[in-house]
């Protein structure tokens, strides 16, 4: 099918192609000369470059840069096939209420706008093309890309911590359980002999509440070993440090404190971030998506050119 297509190309070229060279054609799309001509006039004029086809380089490197120029407009030509594929291409009269809106918003007439734009050095119908072209591709990377982008409060903690290594976040509160040895039922060797075996019990895969059931010392045992739940700095802070590292339903070896010899079961924790992190949270989530778009971006636009016809005549 693609080589009929492209024998209907050829055999039917358009009047711009009988005045002018077709550089490459893209699916449905051509790449000519007069393109080139025009990316050249584009990229002195302020937005009328898509700075994210260009994958954090300069738009200098366009100018006077032919193979760059043409990757560049083989990947604007695949984002216009793909707006065409998905039917987004919108109306002149999109255009012209998005631009009535911008006036709006801006508190100035139509013309004044017009006239605003002008002065950056680009024409009404210049202007009205290129806001065309960022709407269908904004719609395009909505429905493709962005749509599909998750940046969590964890992501972006642990972004934080990278460049702030000696930032932590603090355990606010936490709930516990354990099962006690008492060392003085026996001594403390026998404890931790009584100790030992449970523990062994538990990573053969027992239950830990019904060992706790079973095996605690505990004077004050409640239901499945519970402790209850405590906020940082109020308990015993050889339990605090040795459950510092686990994860929710994770339990300590046996641990030693002041009271006897302990398996302890962490059951929850709260977290409380760096203030700093707090503020900066939200610019680093918005940093981290920004850059998860970029490789996404790069990452669509190469299966695209996997899976279109391609077809470079120079």
């Known amino acids: 099918m693609i080589n009929i297509l492209f024998s209907l190309l050829v055999a039917a070229p358009t009047h711009a192609e009988i005045v002018e060279k077709t550089v490459a054609i893209v699916n449905s799309e051509l790449v000519l000369e007069s393109d080139f001509k025009e990316l050249e006039k584009r990229i002195g004029k302020p937005g009328l470059i898509d700075e994210s086809l260009l ?20 990947n604007e030509k695949l984002l216009q096939s793909e707006v065409k594929r998905l039917n987004l291409v919108v109306t002149n009269d999109r255009v012209d209420s998005e631009i009535k809106d911008m006036a709006k918003r801006n508190n100035v007439s139509e013309a004044e706008l017009l006239n605003i734009i002008k002065g950056q050095g680009l024409t009404a119908e210049e202007y009205k093309a290129f806001l065309k072209d960022s709407i269908e591709k904004r719609s395009l990377m909505d429905a493709e890309i962005i749509s599909k982008l998750r940046i969590s409060d964890e992501d972006a903690l642990n972004e934080y911590l990278k460049t702030s290594p000696n930032s932590r976040p603090s355990i606010d509160e936490f709930g516990v359980s354990h099962i006690f040895f008492n060392p003085k039922k026996g001594g403390a060797e026998a404890a931790i002999k009584r100790a030992e075996t449970v523990l062994g019990k538990l990573r053969g895969g027992d239950n830990f509440e019904t060992l706790a059931q079973q095996f605690s010392e505990d004077p004050n045992f409640s239901a499945g ?11 015993l802070p050889e339990i605090e440090e040795a459950i510092s590292n686990l994860k929710v339903g994770e339990t300590t070896p046996v641990v030693k404190s002041r009271m006897g010899f302990h398996i302890v079961k962490l059951t929850g924790k709260k977290l409380t971030a760096d203030p700093k992190f707090e503020k900066a949270k939200e610019r680093i989530k918005a940093q981290l998506l920004e850059a998860s778009f970029k490789r996404q971006l790069k990452a669509w636009l190469q299966s695209k050119r996997d899976e279109s016809f391609v077809r470079i005549n120079e």
């Open 55 to 74: 994958f954090d380089k300069p738009s200098s490197i366009l100018k006077g840069n032919r193979k760059a120029q043409l990757d560049y407009l083989i």
């Open 225 to 235: 070993g519970s402790l209850g739940t405590f906020k940082s700095g109020e308990f």
